[in-house]
């Protein structure tokens, strides 16, 4: 075989930059402009960046028994280059210092090119549960021999989906040896398009039922996509130059705490936390549905029976990190909230991707930049310098300090190496005693 002509991405984007250094400085409104000056299809949905997004008709529309709303800071992850491609990120968290992280991260990737990724095709898979089947093995066969015919039938419940190049694509049938009782079960794989698919499955599922239950020679009881979706995979690589990073022994002490999270399943629980510190939050932000990204995430996490690290982290043959995160991410831009929330619609306008894969792609290369920061935080100089330094501005508000007081206290409160509610309760006690 000859060799491969392996062409790096050329850097095509429609944002010039996304390395706005210094952005923290600003006031949220000089930020909201510089971000649109980069993305200037922002323009029309500034209003619902800067309000949230939600009146009370549109949110009691969403979901049941609505009394309320509750706020969420949107904010913009900088410095991210994916595949060549300038990138401003829009991430929707509650936490303190995991923004600042993903663009720490992007910053020092990109002398080597940023974020490289790839994605499969967006295939879901729906299962149906086949109950009271005599001849397990028989009924595999005799559904596998009507393949054909039962793709025909999921994708007529769905013509669009097809017009636009997905629809059902194939069966696979399980027979799963439980401790109780041997579990027939069919996976109806979809490819979904730009949707996340839940429905568009779950739909297929249904009407595909009665058929399969009647090859079968059983009942069907359960029809439902499986969030453990390991056939729609995306993925991210970079590279992160050793002395850019904190040096040799840095990039060895960080290899060797993802070689902990390979091993334990205490550690790697919170190793995959920081990873999706960064996916939940583009999930979000998105209006694309969290449980199921994180569902898909964890059980993608087990792997020959424990759970493990979703990522893996090598020294290259200079001694730079090369770090690498494969996951499912089944989020779409057309479907639920996506559609339906404002700033949503904003955040997919910001990330400037035009597919849900590009959008899935997207989001593991932040999964990959938040797990980074914080294995080289934790392998450094810990976790609590830079994370307590940015929750400090949230334990001085819960103290009780107004706005024009709230620098002054946390800052304080870092400098003497001690951010708690008591002693920001004291600071400001003596602040104001003072004036
Ligand atoms: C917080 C940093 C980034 C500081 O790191 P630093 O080196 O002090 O940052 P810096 O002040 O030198 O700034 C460098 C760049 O970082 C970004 N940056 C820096 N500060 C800000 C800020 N205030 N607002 C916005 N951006 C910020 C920004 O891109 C900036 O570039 P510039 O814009 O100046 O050209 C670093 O300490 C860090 O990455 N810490 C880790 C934070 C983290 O992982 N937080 C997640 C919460 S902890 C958790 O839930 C998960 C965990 C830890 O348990 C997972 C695990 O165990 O694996
Ligand atoms: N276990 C889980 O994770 C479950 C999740 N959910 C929820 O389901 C929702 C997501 O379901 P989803 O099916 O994505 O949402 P929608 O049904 O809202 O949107 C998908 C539909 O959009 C239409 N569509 C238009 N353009 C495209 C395109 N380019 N590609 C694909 N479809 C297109 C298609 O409908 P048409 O052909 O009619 O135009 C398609 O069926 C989320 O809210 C999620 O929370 C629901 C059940 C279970």
Do not use: W
């Amino acid at each position: 075989m000859g060799r491969l002509a392996l062409e790096q991405p050329t850097r095509s984007t429609v944002a010039t930059t996304s390395r706005l250094s210094g952005l923290r400085n600003d006031e949220p409104a000089e930020r909201l402009e510089k971000v649109r000056a980069q993305v200037p299809a922002l323009s029309g949905h500034l209003d619902a960046i800067r309000s949230g997004g939600l009146d009370m008709d549109r949110a009691d529309r969403m979901v049941e028994h609505v009394v309320g709303q509750i706020g969420i800071p949107l904010g913009v992850a900088t410095n991210f280059i994916v595949n060549g491609r300038e990138v401003l990120v829009p991430m929707a968290t509650e936490e303190p210092s995991v923004i600042a992280a993903a663009s720490n991260i992007a910053r020092m990737t990109r002398d080597t090119g940023g974020f490289f990724t790839s994605s499969t095709l967006p295939l879901m898979q729906a299962q149906i549960q086949l109950l009271d089947v005599l001849d397990p093995y028989g009924a595999k066969l005799r559904i596998k021999e009507h393949e054909q015919r039962i793709l025909e039938l999921a994708n007529a419940q769905d013509p669009r989906l097809i017009e636009i190049g997905g629809g059902a694509r194939e069966l696979i049938v399980r027979v799963i040896e439980g401790k109780r009782r041997t579990h027939v079960v069919v996976h109806l794989v979809v490819h979904v398009g730009d949707a996340m698919g839940a429905n568009a499955v779950n739909t297929m599922a249904e009407a595909v039922a009665p058929g399969l239950s009647e090859l079968s020679g059983g009942r069907s009881l359960l029809r439902i996509l499986t969030n453990k979706a390991d056939l729609r995979l995306s993925r991210a690589r970079c590279v992160i130059p050793a002395a850019v990073i904190g040096g040799k022994q840095v990039v060895e002490d960080m290899v060797a705490a993802v070689d902990f999270a390979i091993d334990d399943p205490y550690r790697a629980a919170t190793h995959n936390k920081g990873i999706m510190n960064g996916i939940s939050s583009v999930v979000l932000a998105t209006g694309n549905d969290t449980r199921a990204v994180e569902a898909g995430a964890h059980s993608h996490a087990v792997r020959g029976g424990q759970y493990s690290s979703l990522s893996n982290f090598d020294l290259d043959a200079e001694g730079n990190l090369s770090a690498t995160l494969e996951l499912p991410i089944p989020v779409g831009l057309v479907g639920g909230a996506t559609r339906t929330h404002p700033t949503a619609q904003a955040a997919v306008t910001m990330s400037e991707v035009d597919s849900a894969q590009q959008l899935a792609e997207l989001t593991t290369a932040v999964g990959l930049a938040q797990n980074i920061a914080a294995v080289r935080a934790l392998a450094a100089e810990g976790i609590q310098q830079g994370h307590m330094a940015l929750h400090a501005r949230n334990v001085a508000a819960s103290a009780g300090a107004t706005a024009d007081e709230i620098d002054a206290v946390s800052s304080a409160m870092v400098s003497e190496g001690a951010v708690r509610v008591d002693v920001a309760e004291r600071l400001l006690a003596e602040g104001r005693a003072q004036r």
